[in-house]
């Protein structure tokens, strides 16, 4: 285990960080860091930035998938990425999202559901939307053994009962319906919880009330923790941009003028040049030659 502040052992190498480090850095040292990781690659940049947690988020139903919605990923296309994900991270605690369908009916398919994440994919915990019944699968999840995230503010498989993508928590009926279910998730035993898409001034109240971590993404910087998605923080599409997006690279701009300028260079034959060859001696070139 690594201490509060992320240590790094005698070699030099980072400690692998337990659930307890994350629980432990309530209100105090700097900020949680959690990134959405959906492949080897994504997850290896994660892993050499050395942030707390990895979420591999349902949102690969659009950033991966190229489906219009979360709700849209099945359960085997999750855990095809999160095995992927699990071969590239080492430190950073893995949270498997659990996506819609797969916990809402009954405790017994979300302990299920929960338990083949962890087996199959190697998460060390895992993450359900909403409150309500989800309450009572967190608890059933925690007593089963298994780490449990919630999420609450803006909840992307529901977002049609919602009214759409939109900011929750906007009234003070709704704000103090977001401390209750809150305290309810927490009351069951949740090591954290990320909020979505609520005022920063509700989610620094929420976050002043309970003992486990918040994790937010468009919650303000009250929150114990920021969480982006990686395809948004590196900008693969600028034309997706939520406000509370901070671009940190523009790969999606520089995967296109990679790709444009490839298939130009093959059509004026100028790639591939003599240096991406490979040679044979010219004696044997010429006896090969003469037998044909
Ligand atoms: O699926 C996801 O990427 C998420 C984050 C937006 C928190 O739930």
């Known amino acids: 285990m690594r201490g509060t502040d992320g240590t790094h052992s005698s070699s030099g190498r980072r400690d692998v960080v337990g659930l307890e480090d994350i629980v432990a850095r309530k209100g105090t040292g700097p900020p949680l860091v959690m990134v959405t990781a959906y492949d080897y ?3 290896t940049a994660a892993e050499a930035a050395e942030v707390d947690l990895v979420l591999v988020g349902d949102t690969a139903a659009m950033t991966m998938l190229g489906y219009p919605g979360t709700e849209l990923v099945s359960f085997e296309e999750m855990l095809v990425l999160g095995r992927a994900v699990r071969r590239g991270l080492r430190t950073p605690v893995m949270v498997g999202d659990m996506p819609m369908g797969t916990y809402e009916a009954s405790d017994t398919l979300a302990v299920q559901s929960a338990q083949r994440l962890v087996k199959e994919t190697g998460c060390d915990v895992v993450k359900l939307e909403g409150a309500g019944t989800s309450v009572d699968r967190a608890r059933a999840i925690v007593n089963a053994g298994i780490g449990v995230m919630g999420h609450l503010g803006l909840t992307p498989q529901t977002h049609t009962a919602q009214g ?9 009926a709704g704000a103090l319906r977001l401390i209750d279910d809150a305290l309810a998730l927490q009351a069951v035993g949740c090591f954290a919880l990320v909020l979505e898409a609520v005022p920063a001034s509700v989610a620094s109240e929420v976050t002043a009330r309970l003992s486990i971590p918040t994790i937010g993404i468009g919650a303000g910087p009250d929150c114990d923790g920021q969480v982006l998605v990686f395809n948004d923080l590196l900008d693969y599409d600028s034309a997706i941009k939520p406000r509370f997006v901070k671009h940190y690279g523009h790969i999606g701009e520089s995967a296109r003028r990679g790709v444009a300028a ?9 790639y591939p040049a003599a240096e991406h060859g490979y040679d044979i001696p010219q004696a044997d070139l010429e006896a090969f030659r003469s037998t044909l």
């Open 262 to 270: 490839y298939t130009a260079d093959v059509r004026a034959r100028r």
């Open 41 to 43: 690659p994504s997850a």
């Open 164 to 172: 759409g993508f939109r900011t929750q928590a906007k009234t003070a």
